[in-house]
């Protein structure tokens, strides 16, 4: 048996759950899920590319512990987050008769995590589900916490529902496959833990992001980190409405600039959120909220890790400060108009403000534009 060298629980009543971070976890899913989940089959959504890069290692051990599986293997990329996509998952399952009772197996990054936790959601009324996260983004947030979705052309994640996973397993092994580009982005949301209200992680990182990136124990370590911290957070909060919005920092900027990109390759996910939490923290500077220079500590650490920081880092043209502006208020962190902001006064100290000035969001974005 792999060693599971970390368990995180999320302590949510009826709905509590484990997550195990190890090395070769995947080689050793069957006999866990065997354990804890007997006499199901089990439905395995992924994408082509980790069909290849994983696939064979789960089906290899699912078959050594007896257990029944079928597949479903769909297009990679954001774009899979889609009406289209989800009722070609939600067929596979039912033409594979797997019943209520039965598990459906969510295998790749976050926008696998996503749709099948969503597809899970709506089948035959709600059908329990496994999350094996293979990217570092879907392993230290998409993968925990239940939320679950697609996107719409008004914006991302607008069509969804919270549906959390049964167990999560996190397979660390699974990141050597990912581009040194996805690993960058999985870390800007490793990066906005200690952003939100852990200065002490921030500094941890400042450490040791050389030993995270090149895959040492400091890796797992930094990833049940940001779990046992996304558990908190969910726990006190497992629908969003009230603290878990602060997971949300980076995001209203970051999710602005991924539809003026297409949601494709010119604007990765994490690289959205690197710059908007940038964004936000110049932004909070801009009202004399928070320091300065925390945001150049903050610029300096992200370009370290190869990430973009600013507007002009992102190839192309992102269109005008107004289409910024309305895809800002279509995001969903809007309420009855008023836009809502996760600003700072610092690192480590990022709070939730309702009623944000669009006006000065604008103001804001034109002269970081230039
Ligand atoms: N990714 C943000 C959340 O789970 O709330």
Known sequence: MAQIAHTVRVALGERAYDILIGDRLLDDAGAILLERFAGRRYGIITDENVARAQLPRLLQSLDAAGLEHAEIVLPAGEATKSFGQLQTAVEGLLAARLERGDLVIALGGGVIGDLAGFAASITRRGMDFVQMPTSLLAQVDSAVGGKTGINS?????????????????????????????????????????????????????????????????????????????????????????????????????????EKATGYGDRLLHGEGVAIGMVLAHGFSARLGLAPSQDTGRIVQHLQKSGLPTTLGDVPGDLGSTEDLMAAIAQDKKVSRGALTFILTRGIGKAFIEKGVDAVAVARFLDDVRG
Do not use: M
Request: charge should be negative.
């Open 153 to 257: 052309p008004h914006g991302k994640n607008l069509i969804g529902a919270f549906h959390q996973p049964k167990l999560v397993l996190v397979d660390l092994s699974s990141l050597d496959s990912l581009n040194a580009r996805q690993f960058a982005a999985g870390y800007a949301e490793v990066v906005k833990y200690g952003l939100i209200d852990d200065e002490e992680f921030f500094f941890w990182l400042e450490q040791n992001q050389a030993e995270i990136f090149a895959g040492g124990p400091a890796r797992g370590e930094a990833i049940a980190r940001c779990c046992r911290q996304k558990a908190r957070v969910v726990i006190a909060d497992e629908k969003e409405l009230g603290v878990r919005a602060l997971l949300n920092l980076g995001h209203t900027f970051g999710h602005a600039l």
